[in-house]
Nanobody, 125 residues
């Protein structure tokens, strides 16, 4: 079992930046594909970004490509999501997720076994 704890959410104006962190415990972090998802009120949880076990391969949703950057520090058991040029439509609860099965990131929520509790990101216009 893996425990994931997110931090770094908050309120920011449009055009601003935030960095989310997710600390993992309970399993060798380097053997887990990690991802970020988000869920806005009344909407389904959607994929934001994913990163391979090694951290060398990344995958992004089209809506955040060029603005968000996912990274992974296996020595610190931590993944990050750097969010720049934030828009009001980025407002959501952001969740980090872990997939112990595959070696490369995927965008399907069902393929992730481990989930954090979520952190709220609110972007004002």
């Amino acid at each position: 079992q893996v425990q994931l704890v997110e931090s770094g959410g908050g309120l920011v104006q449009a055009g601003g930046s935030l960095r989310l962190s997710c600390v993992a415990s309970g399993r060798t972090f380097s053997r887990i594909v990690m991802g970020w998802f988000r869920q806005a009120p009344g909407k389904e949880r959607e994929f934001v970004a994913g990163i391979s076990r090694s951290g060398k391969l990344t995958l992004y949703a089209d809506s955040v490509k060029g603005r968000f950057t996912i990274s992974k520090d296996n020595a610190k058991d931590t993944e990050y999501l750097q969010m720049n040029s934030l828009k009001p439509e980025d407002t959501a609860v952001y969740y980090c997720a872990g997939d112990p099965t595959y070696t490369t990131p995927r965008g399907n929520v069902r393929e992730y076994d481990y989930w954090g509790q979520g952190t709220q990101v609110t972007v004002s216009s």
